[in-house]
């Protein structure tokens, strides 16, 4: 997964930076809510915090749950024994998609 974003870090720029930040933290510390995120990532504010939320999420990266009404939790997923990097077209916009491979 770290290589799937370090791959982003050329095209993306500042946007790479909140991603990692965000990925970086919940890997140490595990699942945490939005709004625990937004705090420990005071260098930016609620709204970047919640579109790299929203891109991670988006593209597998990221876990997000509605625990109650008005909160998200947040998590890495685990990974999948056998996903190995798959060279995809969506690779060109600084993306890396996964495959299963058969054993």
């Not at 995120?37 to 991670?56: H, I």
């Amino acid at each position: 997964m770290r290589r799937a974003i370090e791959k982003r870090e050329d095209i993306m720029g500042p946007a790479y930076e909140i991603e990692h930040a965000l990925l970086s933290d919940l890997e140490q510390i595990g699942p945490s809510s939005l709004e625990t995120m937004v705090r420990r990532l005071p260098s930016y504010s609620w709204s970047q915090v919640f579109a790299a939320v929203d891109r991670l999420s988006r593209e597998g990266l990221l876990t997000l749950q509605r625990p109650t009404r008005f909160d998200y939790l947040l998590s890495v997923p685990p990974r999948q024994p056998g996903a190995v990097p798959d060279p995809l077209p969506s690779e060109a916009e600084g993306r890396r998609s996964y495959r299963l491979t058969g054993s």
